[in-house]
């Protein structure tokens, strides 16, 4: 079974979170197509996690997916199986964060902020502290923005145990798409590994979810 790639990342993020510059930003020659380290990332597009240095990625070393959330999308699914089917990865690193955008919103509310509702405008006016200007019209697309499930807090909150709690649903649903896609094998000898994390941006720690467990509840 795969791992130790993963669980190496892991002690290269607690070096990380000690200060320690984990990730060699240098031109390393030419190298391979296939991830040398046959893992494949799938992060949250947040401007405070820069992936490579957190889990001393080197180049050439993983894929790195990253969307709003780092939710296990359509596109991300396409992505993780021509990643392991054609560039042989075998390790799946899942990793969400504290104080995450996708806490503070729902997507009723800013699709009805898009098409011009004045009530849903002021409320994103005021979570996000920017002049929210409504596109006036609808769209069938995109179909899902993916906002996480659960009360929604405010924009940018400090850590909180109910933030916790609805990070960690969103990771486990994350990794229950990827371990029940009939294209992506977690058993038998082409098998992946999926775990997931939940990064702090203040402190560069990452916490492993559990897994299985709560997915989340409707209200
Ligand atoms: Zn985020």
Not at 112 to 132: H, I, M, S
């Amino acid at each position: 079974m795969a791992n130790n790639h993963t669980d190496k990342y892991l002690e290269n993020n607690k070096r990380y979170a000690n200060g320690e510059a984990v990730h060699t930003p240098s031109y390393p020659g030419e190298q391979p197509i296939n991830p040398d380290k046959n893992v494949a990332v799938v992060a949250c597009m947040d401007a405070r996690m820069n992936i490579e240095d957190l889990l001393g990625l080197q180049t050439g070393d993983a894929h790195i997916i990253r969307n709003a959330g780092g939710v296990v999308t359509d596109d991300a699914l396409r992505c993780l199986i021509i990643s392991h089917h054609l560039l042989n990865t075998d390790e799946i690193i899942l990793i969400h964060h504290t104080r995450c955008g996708m806490l503070a919103f729902t997507d009723e509310l800013l699709k009805a902020g898009l098409e011009g509702d004045p009530e849903a405008e002021a409320l994103l006016q005021k979570a996000t502290g920017r002049n929210f200007t409504s596109c006036n019209c609808s769209s069938g697309t995109p179909e899902q923005f993916h906002a996480f499930r659960g009360p929604i807090e405010a924009l940018d909150a400090p850590r909180s145990e109910k933030q916790d709690e609805r990070l960690s649903w969103d990771v486990r649903r994350s990794i229950s798409r990827i371990e029940n896609h009939p294209w992506i094998p977690t058993e038998g000898s082409d098998a992946v590994t999926v775990r997931g994390f939940i990064y702090d941006v203040d402190t560069g720690k990452l916490d492993e979810v559990s897994y299985p467990g709560p997915m989340g509840t409707f209200s």
